[in-house]
């Protein structure tokens, strides 16, 4: 086989991978991923730090956050979230914005820690790593208007997730560009 085929063979696995996971964001179902398990949809509100998402502890894929509220955030509100000196922020912007229901807030990925672990960082308000920190009190409750999409790789295609994993990312990222994180370019 050549390089230029396997080239091509790889790519339009991860669009196809890449097409189920925007499908399922816009509600269809009827698609099936060679890579990815059932998503979970969760929501914010109902998270409870070290207790919540424990289905997923050991599993690695891609999670999405949208806005599922409608929220307007004053000057303070952003620059108050945007203070916290290690994790994400509203992406170089300093001023009140309106964030509507179906927008994307972040896109990420878990390819060295399980998405148990990695959800329960971004819903921390301590956590040392970059994250959301959604339980910091200058994040305000943000929290509880997420909806967070999960994509759990399927146990038989572990190996060399994390080479797909971050490919998808960055294509979701570049596709969805969501309000917090940094480009994955």
């Known amino acids: ?68 509220e409608n929220i307007s955030l004053s000057y303070d509100d952003v620059s108050n979230f945007n203070k916290i000196n290690k994790g994400a922020s509203f992406n170089g912007i300093w001023r009140p914005m309106n964030l509507e229901e179906s927008t994307c807030f ?30 910091h009190p200058n994040r305000g409750n943000l929290k509880d208007k997420l909806k967070i999409y999960v994509f759990p790789v399927k146990f038989s295609c572990y190996d060399n997730t994390d080479i797909i994993l971050r490919k998808i990312e960055q294509k979701l990222h570049n596709n969805l560009n969501p309000t917090n994180g940094s480009s994955r370019t």
Do not use: A, W
């Open 106 to 135: 972040y896109v990420g990925s878990s390819v060295s820690k399980s998405l148990f672990s990695r959800l329960n960082e971004h819903f921390g308000k301590n956590s040392c790593t970059s994250s959301l920190h959604l339980n």
């Open 1 to 68: 086989m050549k390089v230029n085929e396997v080239d091509r063979i790889i790519t339009n696995f991860i669009e196809s991978e890449l097409n189920y996971i925007l499908s399922c964001v816009q509600g269809n179902t009827d698609i099936q991923s060679e890579f990815f398990s059932e998503p979970y949809v969760l929501f914010g509100k109902d998270f409870q730090y070290e207790t919540g998402f424990t289905e997923l502890k050991g599993r690695f894929g891609i999670y999405i956050f949208y806005i599922c």
